[in-house]
């Protein structure tokens, strides 16, 4: 098992980085699921601006939130 994932992992670390087009489809998707958490944030709690304590929060949600989307 750790063989199949070092070597899918490799697969998608080199394709990151011969595609360019590729790459910018994961940076944006993660870029929108930390902006997406940052407005449902917002709304949520009616903040309109957030601290560093805000922003950490935001942060792990949006990469739950991302890494949710990826594995459906």
């Known amino acids: 098992m750790v063989d199949e994932l070092q070597n899918a992992l490799e697969v998608l670390r080199n394709a990151l980085i011969k595609d360019e087009g590729y790459r910018m489809s994961w940076q944006a998707n993660i870029a929108m699921a930390y902006k997406d958490n940052e407005n449902w944030y ?9 601290n560093s304590k805000d922003k950490h929060l935001i942060a792990n949600q949006a990469a739950n939130y991302f890494l949710e989307q990826l594995c459906k």
């Open 42 to 50: 917002q709304q949520k709690n009616n903040k309109k601006y957030l």
